[in-house]
């Protein structure tokens, strides 16, 4: 089921009152980003990736799954404070192979001269929904997918 509304707007927050924010339309990833607090934003809006599929994505034996960006910066003290990481899930590689994936960008612009090129993150089976959470250490990236049980449910 393809849908076209915009989704997945979460906003990201720099080490400098920066805003960040991606999300997902028209089978399409967007980026926009405030350097001044949410005062002002970019004259247009950036395509900054295809998302085959769309957010709203069919997982056999589940149904819908979430594709929505997940947006973070990187606030740790190391090498890739201030960075900028992406992540999503799309069908690229097929309607029955759900993949998730992940970019970053170390200056503030996504896409930009140091934005990574997409990182498809290799989960076993199906993965259905994904969150990143920032720690003391850097960025985590979770993944959920279904069990077989799950896949295959018993009656009780």
Same mark, same amino acid.
């Given at each position: ?32 980003? =405030?350097? +001044? ?10 395509? !900054?990736?295809?998302?085959?599929? #769309?957010? &709203? ?47 970053? =960008?170390? +200056? ?10 997409? !990182?498809?993150?290799?989960?076993? #089976?199906? &993965? ?29």
């Amino acid at each position: 089921m393809m849908t076209i509304l915009p989704k997945g707007a979460v906003p990201a927050y720099g080490l400098h009152h920066q805003i960040y924010v991606v999300w997902a339309f028209d089978q399409k990833l967007w980026f926009d980003k =405030s350097l +001044d607090g949410g005062l002002t934003w970019l004259p247009r809006d950036q395509q !900054i990736m295809d998302q085959i599929g #769309g957010w &709203s994505l069919d997982v056999p034996g589940l149904g819908r799954a979430n594709g929505m960006p997940v947006t973070c910066t990187d606030l740790s003290i190391n090498q890739y404070r201030g960075s900028i990481y992406v992540c999503w899930a799309d069908l690229k590689n097929g309607e029955d192979n759900m993949d998730v994936w992940i970019m970053h =960008s170390r +200056d503030e612009v996504v896409p930009g001269p140091s934005a990574s090129k997409s !990182i498809r993150i290799p989960v076993p #089976g199906i &993965s259905f929904t994904l969150d990143e959470r920032r720690s003391g250490h850097g960025i985590h990236i979770y993944v959920l997918r279904p069990s077989q049980s799950c896949r295959h449910p018993r009656r009780m």
